[in-house]
């Protein structure tokens, strides 16, 4: 249950000064459940896993009114582990976002960490938001849908409302002297509501991505040779692409609703561009240059069943065209999910994903399937199975 603490502060009772009204909010995520793995480096796999669905998660979220339709507002909030207690985002205290601004009837402005466009305008509309999580989310995230990475140093630009149509955008310093584009980050967004129809567009365009955004805390100490080490994690989706000079991503999506069903469709194009930038990331053994493409390509559908009881399907098509001189891979994914509430803050969830590989991988081998968020297989194929629950407060 969300608890509020309300405050009436009057500092200067003989003085006359009017009392602003704060409000500070403690609020959490709790979802945990256990998973198997069909093939997981060649074995099977069964273990507990924490924010699958949605982040594991405490914050505080707080407002206050400074007249004329103004109020400051800020919130803080910390992922974590269920299993081991341990710190989310890489160890950052408040990982998953840190920010403080003015709202007004004219939109909000925030400046901190925060969510780029792409996850704020976009990622509604992906099966991996709605009833999925990050099993169901595009392979290796690459189009960051899913929210695997944050913008550090941001300044955020949010409108109001105005007939269904809401837009903003982010733009995110990179902090190095002398250089004002070195790990910049700016993304543009849209969405619009109007009845059962729902629509989207987004744009991200990220530098040096290894360092300014797959990096927990946007830097990553270099290596001996003042390379920086990689950020890109262990799927060879896209490990091999560390180097990257630009990452960008152009995202639309749209939702349609029958009554109590549900269908959506997603497209995203992702380029990581100038490959073999060393002073952004190590270069594989034999080099890279280029540019590598992903497409990616969704269907999803939801059913509500009763209030209480959700049903929903999805389909994936990822294909990467490859970098210079390597092949291509493609990456088929399906996966379904059944969601029911014991209450409005308690459900148990449970989600099956199957993703098949082909073609040559950002390393130069032979595609392996490599499902979002866990160890890759051995083989072109792979399943995911989870039952789980979730607790919001």
Known sequence: MKKSVLFGMCLGITSGIACAQSSVTLYGIVDEGFNFNTNSNGNRQYYLSSGVLQGSRFGLRGTEDLGGGLSAIFDIE???DVNTGKLGQGGLMFGRQAYVGLSSPYGTVTLGRQYDSVVDYIGPLGAGEQWGGTFVAHPSDTDNMNNTARTNNAI????????GLRFGGVYALGGVTGNVTRNQIWSLGASYANGPLQLGVGYLNVRNPNTSFYGAGGTVAPTADGVPGSNFGASPIISAYASAHTQQVIAAAGAYGFGAATIGAVYTNVKFMS????TSGP????????????NNAELNFKYQITPALLAGASYVYTRNSGASGMGSATYNQGALGIDYFLS?????YTTATFQKASGTDSTGKTAVASINGITPSTSDRQ?????AIRHKF
């Open 344 to 348: 409005k803050r308690t459900d148990v």
């Open 156 to 163: 955020k630009y949010t409108s109001a409302t105005y007939g």
């Open 275 to 278: 490959l073999g930038d060393r």
């Open 283 to 294: 270069v594989p053994a034999g080099g890279v240059s280029g540019t590598a493409t992903f």
């Open 78 to 80: 910390n992922g974590f």
């Open 383 to 387: 399943a995911m199975f989870r039952v």
